[in-house]
């Protein structure tokens, strides 16, 4: 078993990690850290536990650490879950501190040596670790990438077999997206927010990262190009997103493409069943009813008509941000980098 | 004074007829007509009133009869807000005996010699009033276009002085546009629902036909292509939409164009002061807040940025639907076509 | 292992019905009705599955037969989830035949001789199935009761032990409870709607059955007052509701009667781990985050304070509707009744 | 015209303020107050307006001053959307130097000689302004109630010519009564909250002072117990409420009060052509319907039946709150207190 701890446990996407990790079969989560005002305190009575699914019992008593370095002494991997201006440094630290850093944090997503990873798509990335370590860190950072460019990029991954120069996304993200108090109930109610800051370009340059090659030593981004418009629609969790993309190859063959998709490996514990669930029915996907599909881990397309046009979803919360690192680190360690 | 009725009164486009005719200074609203059950009672006895706006006292008085030609007879337009499977013949049938009718319904919108106008976008294609009276006709029918289609072409009337090939759309679609009972509740509360029964077809053929060219006879469709993608969304009122356009004029040049655009009247009651309203704030437009602007009959456009990419949005039921009727009957009125 | 059919086995409840009783330790899932459009097919290829639980791929194959006393052949034990309209004289026939019905319909809840069971509050009201069975019939209908009186009447339970005279209750109801199409989205989206039809009466009567005495021939009305206000709220699943009793007792007492309450059986493989999950925080319990509770078994009661005041809150299509059922058939069939 | 400013004319209560003063026939908005980082910039370029309502042109150039009572030299008359810990001493100072404030907050409500006024339901306690006058201040404070207070006592106040003893109330709180940000839309979507901070021991109290007598000198709180139960519900603008009184008449005589209520004035700009709406049918009235009704002005009433019992509603930001303040300052201005 790994040691494991989470950096800022008590927010949206940290009580995903919780719930994640409970009775991991690999990992076993010891350590759940916090701002100054929750630590030495037992996790049951300072996370205020906002999701649906059942608050897990068994870690009500970890009691909680502040975020530092020196809370993770016993952690063999973490996973960061830490907003952008306390991650960019302290991740770094953490990693040069010999502990194994798995973020859903944007700080590190673009370095240059950083693997900005969905394992499905492009596992081999992974090789970058390397490249941290042979300049002499002891740990590393591996991040995933933006809620709403994992479910974008999951829904183009079957396309790579053919050509294409151009794609065009228009999201409708779910308000979960932008954490517990993110989003004033005045501001969405009844409304659609068409703008959430830097997220378009998020999606049009994380994508190309994740998609380019890897040559062993850094990677090309991919030669195309992506335009994104991005929007807040009042739906709790799951972002739904309007894709156009210039494939030439007819619908038979594309829905094909989605249809046979399988991942490069079949023994991660939270891996689904179906990488992609791929629908016939003229109205689907839909974010209340496909959302939870693989536990939350499937990414569903439908609506593959000429164009090419179709409609992807995914949940934002779990395969968007802490599933996304959960199952990074399954790949790191399958692949033997801990 | 012009003597008008509204066919199938009772429903959420025929409300809305009604609260836009009441204290017309042009028009007097006196046939409200509706199914048989409801035919012979007051319309304040049989109509289930659903709009935020108060309810008209003035026309409670009005017996509603039958959705007939026999009860038109004192008419000298009406306005349909009839279901197409109804409007077809009937609306054919009404315009052979002399009355004017300017339709909301989808049934005649791509017929070769009936105007499908957006006043402020194409006011000449009401030339074809003569082409059907040529043919011996002694009223006429025009129509408005779809509720999606009117906000979106409106967005685009300001480019037609750039040149553009192409335009991709993905709309979020208020949940009014279905009427009253049209969406369960249980199906759009916390959901997107990817898919609206031919709204992506009308929005692709409408718009040509618009846009399109008419040398007196009839109507050759604009020459570029639109690729629409429709959603449904947890709105109320009001059509939101992402649109990309292929044009490679500076973005400063666009809004330009939509900061000066000016529609060819100015004396039309119900016209806005703005045809379009342009925001340069980043989150703007949004339902919520800018649907009503202009009393609904102001589209509002935002986000103008590199791509060509914007964000356009619209009262559906005002100016996607009854709005435009009364607007198309104001421009026939004041070209005296009647 | 007993045969089971549902009878209405497409529809809102219907659906939950599957849901509860796929892999059920003690029932076997055999046939499913549903109106005559739907006989012959398989139920995956019928039913819209609009549950947000998955799924349930082994009734699939399921073939569809129309809801006839024919089609239960091979059933033991019926669940009921059929409009009273149709249930009123269908399940007097199907018990009539030897075929044991729970009812979620509420055709015959208030029959002298059926009992209206909730399993923790009266399991001695089965004694009227004998009663049944002393007048001839060879199979018998239990029921249970509406969906709010359900929440209700468990809220009340352990407060029994206490005297009190007259109730005040005010609900605040999902849409869910109407069934999937029962509410369009236009009235209650930003809404409330202060009526459901004969809820209010419902509440009134059925607590007091529930709660009377049955003396080994009939079930005496519990001597108290019961005053309902029922609301529609724009929530998915879940009924909430503010309760008033006039009970004398102080509140640390009456917590202490919520916290040790216990049902008169520990075997049922439904029942969930608390019957009551009692909140001490001033804000809970809440739909969203405690429906879910005992895999939606569990009513939860919260702010216990002065007046006697309390808020309890259950799961309308599961402990309210279909899991009410199945936990009246578990009962049952513990008790030999099968 | 008496002059007049907003203290705190930025939030959500403060927008209300300055779109019921635009073009107000007694009053001249002349000053509008809000926090440093706002003052000396044009409240067109500071306030991000949030209500429906079209945004008040000419208002836009007033610059804003820092809420201060140097800021309000000439000022006759103030409305206060002050937050509580602000207003507690700044009201005082204001009222001390010699200007009226008409105050939305709690601050003052209970305070011995301050009025706590609805005018249609106890206008003789601005006679309180006397006893603060007579205690040497220059100025005064009058103030109006919580919103949902304001709702329960219009609603009450046609029984007054019954005897009763005892009150309950269940709310159903509009979002808006929290403020723009107050309610994180996580917390409210698909939910119900059932618990708002100290709302149930505003509506016992202050509805006592309200409904109690006044001698001359003071007031005194009217004998009956008021016990409610407070709850947040997803609509946006609107407080519903279901009230049992121990009314004895019958129905058609309650009925009969309701109808012909009147208030003893109506000559106020503001007030509604209707104090009360009474409703028949059953399932009235409705937020989103009826809010609107009289400007937001008019409390509406349903559902009146035995118990007694009867649903009440009304505008929480207009008559609950800024419009409740206006009205008040009417009433003064037409009792020549400025």
Redesign the interface.
């Known amino acids: 078993m790994i040691d494991v701890g989470v950096l800022g446990a008590t927010g ?1 996407v940290g009580q995903r990690f919780v719930q994640l990790l409970e009775d991991h079969p690999w990992f076993n989560l010891q350590t759940l850290t916090a701002s100054e005002r929750s630590a030495g305190k037992p996790y049951g009575r300072v996370v205020n ?2 999701l ?1 699914a ?1 608050y897990p019992d068994n870690v009500s008593d970890i009691v909680v650490t502040p975020t530092t370095v020196e809370s993770l002494k016993d952690c063999d991997l973490v996973f960061s879950a830490l907003p952008p201006e306390v991650a960019t440094s302290l991740e770094t630290e953490i990693a040069d501190a010999g502990i194994a850093v798995c973020s859903n944090a944007r700080s590190h997503r673009m370095d240059s040596d950083v693997p900005l990873v969905i394992p499905e798509v492009n596992p081999d990335h992974l090789g970058l670790i390397d490249v941290q370590r042979d300049r002499g860190r002891d740990g590393f950072i591996v991040t995933n990438p933006n809620c709403s460019t994992i479910v974008f990029v999951l829904a183009l991954a079957p396309l790579r077999a053919f050509e294409f120069h151009d794609a ?1 996304v ?1 999201t ?1 993200q779910a ?2 997206g932008a954490g ?16 959430i800051g830097s997220e378009e370009e998020k999606m049009e340059t994380e994508t190309l990262k994740i998609m380019g090659k890897f040559d062993g030593s850094e990677v090309k981004p991919a030669p195309f190009r992506v ?1 994104a ?1 991005c ?1 807040r ?4 969790d799951g972002h ?1 997103m ?1 894709v ?1 993309v210039d494939v030439k190859e007819p619908v038979a063959e594309v829905k094909k493409a989605y249809a046979t998709f399988k991942p490069p490996f079949s023994n991660l514990p939270l891996q689904p069943a179906k990488t992609i669930e791929l629908f016939d029915q ?8 496909d959302r ?2 693989g536990r939350g881990m499937t990414v569903s397309v ?2 593959v008509r000429d ?1 090419l ?1 179709f ?1 992807a979803l995914g949940h934002n919360t779990i395969r968007g941000a802490a599933g996304a690192s959960v199952l990074n680190a399954e790949l790191i360690h399958s692949r033997n980098y801990l």
Do not use: C, K
């Open positions: 949206a536990w906002r649906d059942p065009h228009a409708m308000i979960s517990f108090a993110g989003i004033p109930a005045m501001e969405i109610y009844d409304n659609v927010v068409p703008y335009s418009s929007h629609v009042p739906v709790i739904t309007a156009w003229p109205d689907r996907p839909q974010p209340r009813l939870n599909r439908g609506r164009g046009r409609v």
